[in-house]
């Protein structure tokens, strides 16, 4: 198991969380390479795909871990 609170969240996508080529691109319709996407990615669309992981994968750990990394940007986008 991942130690998701020495997880670099902000420099993470969804690219390092999986490797599934489905979840990348079915549940996230990301359909370009993974340093294409890296480097346009957006900090809120980051938080998203972040946070829609944690979802799909029942992850809590990581959702806490999120939240506490990215405080003041889920209150300026209100993130719930």
């Known amino acids: 198991m991942k ?3 020495k997880l670099d ?3 993470t996508t969804i690219f390092d969380l999986t490797n599934d080529i489905n979840i990348i691109t079915k549940e996230f319709g990301v359909l370009m390479p993974k340093d294409k996407y890296n480097s346009i990615i957006s900090i809120e669309t980051r938080i ?6 944690t979802d799909l ?5 990581l959702k806490q871990a999120i939240y506490k990394e990215f ?4 209150n ?5």
Do not use: A, V, Y
């Open 76 to 80: 300026t986008f209100k993130f719930e």
């Open 57 to 61: 994968t029942d992850n809590n750990l």
């Open 9 to 11: 969240l902000r420099n």
């Open 71 to 74: 405080k003041d940007e889920l």
């Open 3 to 5: 130690d998701w609170g």
């Open 48 to 53: 998203k795909d972040l946070l829609d992981f």
